[in-house]
């Protein structure tokens, strides 16, 4: 049995109403019944709504959204490893009420705690329709895993929705990097705008030996650099095969003033 089948005619119209955004209305519901769900699903709709809640709130001993209430409140509260924890014990119920509310918030919490196997695995639980609203969030738990294969041919795909990105570009630009597709990578990252500009890659591993051996001494001094020595220090990343460490460098490279 589903979660949406045991719930009685009152608690399915309050979780319509959640569904489609209605948060303020939950409460409403209570005057028809005062059913654990209901307290459940309001303690969420007033966080949602207002970001209020009230710091004596727990959850409501519930088979549908006892967890997904607690996982609200550890998260509000800082425990957000607990959240997660909590998350993933609602993900694995049978059928598990699902809205654009919570597949948002499920995101927020897996990636907060760089825990991208979850919150790909989370993604997999939504209707097929809000895919458009988080192929930013799978392409970025891609690139974390480093299934850049995977990753290119997803973007492929999403190509309309990220175009405009400059931080979606970045990842995809050295995700070419990574696969030795250096043309393709240069050709990318050349069109994001404001990032400084990049030399060709050809030999580039070569011409960057020396600097890649200066990395430490450059670490450790990173926050006092120009914008040239930033710019060198994510070159020097990049062809140390260190992208994550590149793509930050790049980053603030371009917040610099030559």
């Known amino acids: 049995m589903s979660s949406i089948e045991i719930l009685n005619s009152v608690e399915k119209e309050a979780w319509e109403s959640f569904e489609v955004g209605s948060f303020s209305d ?18 969420i709709s007033e966080w949602e709504d ?6 004596n709130a727990k959850p409501f001993p519930e088979p549908v959204l006892q967890d997904m209430t607690r996982a609200y409140l550890e998260f509000i509260w ?7 924890n909590s998350l993933k014990q609602y993900s ?15 995101l927020r919490v897996g990636l907060e705690q ?10 997999s639980l939504a209707n097929k329709e809000y895919e458009s609203y988080f192929c930013k969030e799978k392409i970025h738990c891609l690139y974390g895993l480093k299934r850049y294969s995977e990753l290119l041919t997803y973007f492929k795909t999403v190509f309309k929705f990220v175009d405009k990105d400059p931080d979606i570009m970045l990842k995809v630009g050295l995700t070419l990097q990574a ?19 990049l030399p ?29 020595e930033l ?13 994550d460490e590149a793509e930050k460098i790049f980053k603030q490279a371009t917040l610099t003033t030559v």
Do not use: C
């Open 26 to 43: 939950v409460k409403d519901f209570l005057k028809h019944s005062d059913s654990s769900f209901l307290k459940n699903l309001i303690i």
């Open 50 to 55: 207002r970001k209020r809640i009230n710091p």
């Open 78 to 84: 800082g425990k957000k490893q607990n959240a997660l």
């Open 92 to 106: 694995q119920k049978k059928s598990p009420l699902f809205s654009l509310t919570f597949l948002s918030f499920g």
């Open 114 to 123: 760089e825990d991208y196997e979850f919150t790909l695995f989370w993604m």
């Open 179 to 197: 696969l030795g597709k250096y043309k393709e990578s240069e050709f990318l990252l050349e069109k994001i705008e404001d990032k400084p500009q």
């Open 200 to 228: 060709s890659f050809e030999n580039r591993k070569e011409d960057f030996k020396e600097l890649i051996s200066k990395i430490p001494l450059l670490e450790k001094k990173k926050d006092s650099l120009s914008f040239e």
């Open 231 to 243: 710019k060198n220090l994510g070159f020097a990343y990049l062809f140390n095969s260190q992208y």
